[in-house]
């Protein structure tokens, strides 16, 4: 079983529309990433999480560590936001990353 | 804006070959990472590095692989003898305290 679990794998919206991505984990965190991957395959950090809520711009993150439950919200979503959107969490007591398998976003003019 | 550089960005290469990837980190993080990432498959942790050491690695971090910081600016992965399998996107990411930053990646692929 994946220890991260991302959903919807792929979600398609209208320019304007509020946009979420759901992440869930079953490990224990120290913390959890939310990234950006884009077509040519870069990877750009959004958010770094290890509870509440975070705003940067027109993307919201929140996590709710007793629920291990993570989303990532976009308002008035624009076709430049178009890209893949990985979840990964920080496994208490390790360096390394955790990755879930992505949600590939495209949203239409 | 401080950014993580990789070279090269794209590299081929025959199977049984040595490859060194490259990156150049933040300059004042003290965290390495290796990640890499299979063509269609999420990414996967490969190896960290702190304090010039190897703190963590991955069952994928087998002999073949092997990393360096040679000059207290680059930090290299060095794959010895490559396999078709290699052939993936491979990210290198550094952290100072709290967040991670991660390169553009190298799409390596062997053939």
């Known amino acids: 079983k994946n220890e991260v679990e991302q959903s919807p794998q792929n979600l398609t919206a209208q320019e304007g529309e509020f946009i979420t991505i759901n992440c869930s984990y079953s490990v224990g965190i120290s913390a959890l990433h939310w990234l950006q991957q884009h077509p040519g395959g870069g990877i750009v950090s959004l958010f770094m999480?290890?509870?509440g809520k975070k705003k940067h711009g027109r993307l919201i993150a929140t996590i709710n560590i007793q629920e291990k439950h993570s989303s990532l919200h976009i308002t008035a979503s624009h076709p430049r936001d178009s890209a893949v959107y990985i979840c990964a969490v920080a496994k208490g007591g390790s360096e390394k990353l955790v990755f879930g398998k992505g949600t590939k976003l495209t949203v239409n003019p | 804006e401080p950014e993580v550089t990789q070279t090269p960005s794209h590299q081929v290469t025959q199977m049984g070959q040595e490859v060194i990837l490259r990156c150049v980190p933040i300059s004042n993080h003290l965290y390495f990472y290796w990640y890499r990432q299979i063509l269609g498959q999420k990414v996967e942790f490969l190896v960290s590095f702190y304090n010039n050491e190897i703190s963590e690695k991955s069952e994928i971090f087998d002999d073949q692989f092997s990393v360096e910081r040679p000059d207290g600016s680059n930090f290299t992965l060095k794959i010895r003898s490559t396999k078709l399998e290699d052939s993936a996107m491979y990210f290198c990411?550094?952290?100072?305290?709290?967040?991670?930053?991660f390169g553009q990646g190298t799409r390596l692929t062997v053939v």
């Open positions: 990411a550094s952290r100072g305290q709290i967040e991670a930053f």
């Open positions: 999480l290890s509870s």
